[in-house]
């Protein structure tokens, strides 16, 4: 219904509702209400009769004006009288002139209808009386704007708003890389010097020439494997268990079968790292390549790396840094633009590695803690990344902040040939040499058992280069040559004209600065210390005074030595830790310091300084430091102490026995941490360890990692007694890790005698494959994408498997290698997105699959051609399929479709049903959908969204229904829904769907 008037009709008759208005803008004594500028509450006030005169006025105007007939005869007179109460409420009003403008004329006169009484108007009376007010009141708006103090009100209330914006933009702004481009251009320039800073490392003991005794980084980094335990989370009130990543998931590789990643992958999957490692396994080297990537490939929107070597931040006493101290240990201190650290960590851009945990003093650890968890708070969203090494902090020291905890393996047979390649080609030392040494670390297992960490690697690679094929057999042989390289081959060799100064005066004055770091619990200490010790100890050792003075031999031991090195223009500190630790355990005895060493056997800063002292040590040196470790009576005392028995060369077979006595206590270890720690002593607990069928499940399952951590080809025969062992975790222990040991040795004494055969049997490149030889029965393998097509058909043309998951799969268009393969009965495939053709797979015993195709290939032919399926499982990325091509003789137990939207027809004959996950989208289609469910007679349990409850409570019939699972949307469920679900199942537990695995 329109309603049209002249403005000039309806403005005299509006005008004598309201007064006029002198000018200003209010601020003093401001017209708060409307009812300010209405008539009826002035002196010259309409009365009830004049305001009904002038309602009379507005309708008999409004039914002049051209057009339909909006009211019936006869009810005029009730319009007028209802817009007269109407326009009455408007001294009633308590809205400000500009609120009511701003509310426009339809919200303004709905705003007068609700303050006036009902009109008690017929429909067509009442659509009349409304569109009239809208008009009116429209004209009173005009007013407001024209007459009142709007005006300049609405001016000053405009500056006020304009200023409130204003403060919120430059709020935001601070909070956001500045305009003018100084946060842009400093972040390009410290990314350029990161990338320089830590891309290179030190060759150990070469003498390369000037400029080039540094090793580039992408030379050098060799990925190593990163290792955490986790328990599969168990589903509860499901009748029984289930391993999620098994019967229902696709796990990552972060959530692969044994949990294992490569350094490179470390921060790809997870956001909070706790990482451990033992001395020269590689954790600063990760972080000078974590730095080093992401200065490369992050331009702009990228992570900014900040590395934080703890050992730096706090020789000094000082306090860990707050974020905007974050640069201090960097050449570019204080340059940054005011609050940038602060804009990178608030946007969650910022990459925080935070190096060595173990490097500080054990009482500061617990501030650490503190200060990691103050910046978690403050700045959550960005990714960190924290060092130490395995014994430093207990297991859960970062567990309530969310990190995952991983430890670094060592490494592999693969690594160790890798790594000495990627050496020899760097220093440039010829073919032949790396083929001799490759062949010796194959062929000789005490040489072998050295190199497990990048650290060992390189010395070993530097002392075969610079003895011509001759290695020492043991660790204080190797550190010693290493020592003797350093200090004395490299000059004489390139006769400097430089006053000779033999070894062992070298040596004294750098024990000393090794025994302060480590008595003052540092790895870095200033150079004005450095100096002030040598002067001191310089009349002690005449023969260095040929070098000069305190400061002109820390210069020549920093330029010359290869020993120590200077990380910024006032500090100095050693290589390696590993090398300060087997110089001041020498400084220890020379001091007689043996009960200083003991009193110290539960700092793990001093676990390798009590080893190198034993093996230094002179027999009655040796027999004193390991009997105060057995008096000390700790457990981590006693595991020093046997720990020292290999390096002690000469030691009474008396103590010797009571040594393995006293650890005989910690056999079988407690839990798995300490299996770890028991198995990093190495060999010798190979002799302690039960066999299997001494104890139960329990006991073997941690013997068994303790014997693989040994890593020993001793180990191999150990670990071959548990092939027959019924227990799943002793079974998946044996199949973990296998590349820490011969591949084929391994694969042939153990794996191949394994019965039944191997489960989730991890193989991540062609030659693991090769070097499988035989089983007890078809295996079931975990294929990596790194293994080629035509290995695997090589392999599998000889080895009938029962079990195939191919990860992120790069083999062709179709899988003609599995055609006939009528062992096979479970098959996973995440992610193969090339494949169409799945022909080769019709009429395969298959019971359990699992598809994440990432492809459209049509799945229904091959579901029908499936009649032994019992478990399915379809992820996102496939062509279509259905419930009805389901083959007849397929009897399925479990279907799983977690971010599916399915078309239940056809359901309902699948009467095998225990377990029916339907997708996060899915919401029932009707009646239809209910009925398919409800002839599922068997299910058990059932998986939906909380959206598709109500439905389940009121139209499902499912007698044997025990688990309702919920996927988790983080909303409150409806309580009188819960309540009718409980009513129809009575039985049933409601519980939300998991996630993959608890940590």
């Not at 001395?279 to 992050?298: E, M, N, P």
């Not at 974050?326 to 969650?348: I, K, M, N, Y």
């Not at 009965?825 to 359990?848: A, C, I, K, Q």
Request: contains cysteine.
């Amino acid at each position: 219904m329109g309603i049209r008037l002249a403005s000039g009709v309806v403005t005299p008759l509006v005008r004598k509702l309201l007064r006029g208005e002198g000018a200003g803008a209010g601020l003093v004594d401001q017209p708060v209400r409307i009812s300010a500028y209405v008539s009826l509450r002035e002196q010259r006030a309409l009365s009830r009769d004049d305001l009904r005169r002038l309602a009379d006025k507005l309708v008999a105007q409004a039914l002049r004006a051209p057009g339909e007939q909006p009211l019936p005869p006869g009810e005029e007179a009730g319009v007028a009288a209802a817009l007269a109460v109407t326009l009455h409420a408007l001294g009633d009003l308590t809205l400000q002139d500009a609120q009511a403008v701003e509310m426009g004329e339809r919200a303004f006169a709905a705003e007068l209808r609700r303050a006036a009484p009902a009109t008690g108007l017929g429909r067509d009376a009442e659509l009349f009386h409304d569109r009239l007010l809208e008009f009116t009141c429209l004209h009173i708006l005009h007013f407001f704007t024209t007459r009142s103090t709007y005006i300049p009100r609405a001016l000053v209330e405009s500056a006020r708003r304009q200023a409130e914006t204003i403060a919120k933009i430059d709020a935001v702004l601070a909070r956001l890389p500045r305009q003018d481009g100084r946060d842009r251009d400093f972040e390009a320039r410290y990314r350029t010097y990161l990338a320089k800073r830590h891309s290179s490392l030190t060759i150990f003991g070469l003498d390369l020439p000037p400029g080039s005794a540094r090793w580039p980084l992408d030379a050098a980094y060799v990925s190593l494997e990163a290792t955490r335990f986790r328990r599969p989370r168990r589903l509860r009130g499901g009748g029984g268990s289930a391993d999620v990543g098994r019967d229902g998931g696709i796990p990552g590789p972060a959530h692969g079968p044994h949990a294992t990643l490569t350094t490179d992958e470390v921060l790809e999957h997870e956001s909070r790292v706790l990482l451990r490692g033992e001395a020269g396994s590689g954790k600063t080297t990760l972080i000078k390549w974590l730095a080093v990537c992401a200065s490369r490939d992050g331009a702009d929107a990228g992570p900014v790396p900040y590395v934080l070597p703890l050992r730096t931040l706090t020789r000094h006493g000082e306090r860990l840094p707050a974020a905007k101290d974050f640069l201090a240990a960097t050449a570019l201190s204080g340059q940054s633009p005011e609050g940038w650290e602060d804009r990178v960590l608030s946007a969650g851009r910022g990459l925080i590695l935070v190096d060595g945990i173990d490097e500080i003093p054990e009482a500061e650890r617990a501030l650490a803690r503190g200060w990691l968890t103050d910046l978690l708070a403050a700045y959550p969203g960005n990714r960190w990344l924290v060092t130490s090494r395995p014994s430093a902090v207990r297991q859960d020291w970062l567990a309530d902040e969310e990190f995952t905890d991983l430890t670094l393996a060592p490494m592999s047979r693969a690594d160790v040939a890798a790594f000495v390649t990627r050496w020899h080609g760097a220093a440039e030392a010829g073919e032949d040499l790396r083929g001799q040494l490759l062949e010796a670390l194959a062929t000789k297992p005490e040489l072998a058992r050295l190199a497990t960490n990048p650290l060992l690697c390189a010395v070993i690679c530097a002392l075969h280069r610079e003895r011509r094929g001759f290695l020492p057999s043991g660790r204080k042989e190797l550190y010693t040559a290493a020592l003797s390289m350093m200090l004395l081959g490299r000059d004489q060799e390139r006769e400097l004209r430089l006053p000779r100064l033999a070894e062992e005066p070298q040596v004294q004055l750098l024990q000393r600065l090794a025994y302060w770091l480590i008595r003052n619990g540092r790895t870095e200490m200033g150079q004005g210390r450095a100096r002030a010790l040598i002067t001191g100890a310089l009349p002690a050792v005449p023969a260095a005074q040929a070098l000069g003075d305190g400061p002109a031999v820390l210069t020549y031991f920093v330029e010359r030595s290869g020993l120590l090195r200077a990380p910024t223009e006032d500090t100095v500190e050693f290589i390696h830790r590993t090398f300060q630790d087997f110089l001041g355990a020498r400084a220890a005895l020379d001091e007689g310091s043996l009960g200083e060493l003991t009193r110290h056997a539960d700092d793990d800063q001093w676990e390798d300084v009590i080893r190198m002292a034993v093996a230094q040590g002179r027999p009655r040196e040796r027999a004193a430091i390991i009997g105060d470790l057995l008096i000390r009576d700790s457990d981590r005392a006693v595991l020093l102490a046997l720990a020292s028995l290999e390096y002690a060369a000469e030691l009474e077979p008396e103590l010797r026995e009571e040594v393995r006595t006293a650890a005989r206590r910690l056999i079988p270890p407690k839990d798995e941490s300490a299996a770890r720690a028991l198995g990093r002593i190495g060999p010798l607990v190979l002799g302690l360890l039960p066999r299997c069928g001494e104890t139960g499940d329990d006991d073997a399952y941690l013997s068994v990692i303790a014997a693989r951590e040994a890593g020993s080809e001793a180990a191999v025969g150990y670990l071959a007694g548990y092939c027959r062992h019924p227990d799943d975790r002793v079974r998946e222990t044996l199949t973990r890790g296998w590349q820490r040991f011969d591949t084929r040795q391994y694969a042939a004494e153990v794996l191949a005698r394994m019965d039944p055969p191997p489960r989730d049997l991890v193989i991540e490149s062609d030659s693991l494959l090769a070097a499988l030889s035989g089983f007890t029965g078809p295996p079931d393998l975990f294929i990596d994408h790194k293994v080629t097509r035509g290995a695997l058909t090589r392999f599998l043309a000889r080895q009938p498997v029962s079990g195939l998951t191919l990860w992120s799969f790069s083999g062709g268009t179709d899988a003609e290698f599995l055609r006939g393969h009528t062992s096979l009965r479970r098959l996973t495939v995440n992610f193969w997105s090339d494949l169409r053709d799945l022909g080769p797979l019709h009429g395969l015993p298959l019971e359990d699959v699992v598809l994440h195709l990432g492809s459209r290939t049509p799945l229904g032919p091959a579901i029908a051609a499936w009649p032994r399926l019992r478990r399915l499982k379809l992820h996102s990325g496939h062509g279509p399929w259905s419930f009805r091509d389901f083959s007849p003789e397929a009897r399925p137990e479990v279907i799983d479709l977690p971010d599916a939207d399915p078309d239940l027809s056809g359901l309902g004959r699948l009467t095998s049903l225990r377990r029916l996950w339907l997708g996060y989208d899915w919401r029932p289609g009707g009646r239809a959908a209910w009925a398919e469910l409800s002839a599922l007679e068997n299910l058990r349990e059932i998986a939906v969204h909380p959206e598709a409850l109500a439905g389940l409570a009121d139209f499902a019939d499912l007698p044997s229904l025990r688990t309702v699972m919920l996927y988790d949307d983080d909303k409150e469920l409806d309580t009188e829904v819960g309540q009718r679900l409980r009513r129809r199942f009575p039985q049933a537990e409601l519980d939300i769907a998991p996630q993959l695995y608890d940590i």
